[in-house]
């Protein structure tokens, strides 16, 4: 919104519960021919960029019980991986700053794999960089589009609610949960 509000545009929260988890190249081919933007896709992504770099490009506190979850599954040996709709380089910057980037050794970007969520190419590239089966994976998911492509790729997905998310209904996971802890 921060980069829109330049044009006299903002995206609401209910509008924009439709588009999280799809990658934002998905989202501004629908929002520049629908609402007359003025620049190209690739203007808003770098705008985006700066602005996000601007917000999560320090020190960031991890939401609670999160750092334990992820403390937890590597003392045990299990396998983790990142698999988002966003581009490789944010997710890299937003979890060194959040201080645990060097927990998770594969990251899947939306600018890794030919489809975003809701399709499952993303989950499907980590359980195969992982070396593990998809039904073996569990997906932890805060986006309608992110439990529904977990579960087209023939994994389980528990779903996370947030403060951004709280409103969504995520269908099809094994379990909500209101928190990481």
């Not at 986006?143 to 023939?154: E, I, T, Y």
Request: aromatic fraction near 6%; include cysteine; hydrophobic fraction near 45%.
């Amino acid at each position: 919104n921060s980069v829109l509000a330049a044009e006299g545009q903002y995206i609401s929260p209910e509008e924009n519960a439709r588009w999280i988890g799809v990658r934002f190249r998905d989202m501004l081919a629908e929002i520049i021919p629908q609402r007359g933007l003025a620049y190209d896709a690739d203007y808003y992504i770098n705008a985006t960029r700066e602005a996000v770099l601007r917000e999560f490009g320090k020190p960031l506190s991890p939401p609670p019980g999160a750092r334990e979850l992820i403390e937890r599954l590597a003392d045990h040996g299990v396998p983790r991986a990142v698999g988002s709709s966003s581009v490789n380089h944010w997710v890299d910057q937003v979890l060194t700053n959040l201080g645990v980037r060097h927990h998770f050794p594969i990251i899947v970007g939306g600018d890794d794999v030919p489809n975003g969520k809701p399709a499952p190419d993303i989950f499907l590239r980590c359980a195969d960089l992982l070396g593990v089966p998809p039904a073996r994976c569990a997906v932890i998911e805060d986006s309608a589009n992110g439990v529904l492509a977990a579960r087209r790729a023939g994994m389980t997905a528990i779903g996370l609610r947030t403060a951004a998310t709280a409103t969504l209904v995520l269908e099809g996971c094994l379990a909500p949960v209101d928190s990481f802890a």
